[in-house]
């Protein structure tokens, strides 16, 4: 027998309703047959929230039962809440991830092989210009998140600011292979500064703080990753400065 929902959810001209697509998706693909019922304005909306005493839209009905909205649905499904809500390592394994596989691109597409060593420069190279990157696109924000760890910044605000052009730039730069007298030790300094304070804020003041490393306002979580971003910028620099000497 054909299982039956309702769903009553916001639709205008210049506003759908994402929890109601997502919503209408999920009854679809779990067997529903699905009566799709549109609210067709904001005025309407609020109507239809006083009139049925509920505080948000969608809402959904299972065999003509109030069920609630999205998150009693994902709920009623079996299904884990979304979004996710908590501290995540999502956004950094992301990056890293994206960035080994452009490196391995890359590499082949020039040296049609996967030299070990050129794979991890421009592994670490790729990931610090995304890293750069989700730092400037809301470098207030960022600024905000690093201040509050980072052992400079946080007697110098402007260096907040400044930091995120020094990452992405340094990975533009090694990547090409120039500059390494002066983009080395550049990328050595802010990195040596950064992993020593992340390991004081984690593991000598053992302070709860989110990470600033993929933007400000993340749930990435300050520790391990956080270090080990400044640990691969340091020895880069490290590696970029002996090639330069050879």
């Given amino acids: 027998m054909k299982k039956h929902a309702t769903i009553h959810r916001m639709v205008t001209p210049t506003h759908l309703c994402p929890w109601g697509v997502k919503g209408l998706d999920l009854?679809?693909?779990?067997?529903?047959?699905?009566?799709?019922?549109?609210?067709?304005?904001?005025e309407k909306n609020e109507s239809y929230k006083r009139e049925h005493g509920v505080d948000e839209t969608p809402q959904i009905f299972?065999?003509?039962?109030?069920?609630?909205g999205y998150d009693q649905l994902r709920e009623h499904l079996g299904l884990a809440p979304d979004p996710k809500e908590g501290d995540t390592y999502q956004p950094v394994i992301a990056v890293f991830a994206v960035a080994l596989f452009m490196a391995l691109a890359a590499a082949w597409a020039i040296h049609g092989s996967l030299p070990i060593i050129r794979v991890l420069e421009l592994f670490v190279a790729f990931s610090m210009c995304v890293l750069g990157i989700l730092k400037l696109q809301d470098l207030q924000s960022f600024s905000t998140g690093f201040v509050q760890y980072d052992l400079v910044a946080r007697r110098y605000v402007p260096y907040s600011r400044v930091y995120p052009f020094v990452e992405a730039g340094a990975g533009v730069a090694m990547i090409a292979g120039l500059w390494s007298w002066v983009v080395a030790p550049a990328a050595l300094i802010v990195s040596t500064?950064?992993?020593?304070?992340v390991f004081k804020a984690v593991y000598v003041e053992k302070r709860d703080l989110n990470c600033a490393c993929v933007g400000g306002g993340s749930s990435v979580p300050l520790g391990f990753i956080s270090l080990t971003e400044n640990l691969m910028m340091m020895a880069l620099a490290i590696w970029m400065l002996t090639k330069a000497a050879l």
Avoid: M, N
């Fill in 27 to 42: 009854l679809k693909r779990h067997g529903y047959e699905v009566d799709d019922l549109h609210i067709p304005t904001q």
């Fill in 62 to 68: 299972i065999e003509g039962k109030p069920l609630g």
């Fill in 193 to 197: 500064i950064g992993a020593v304070s």
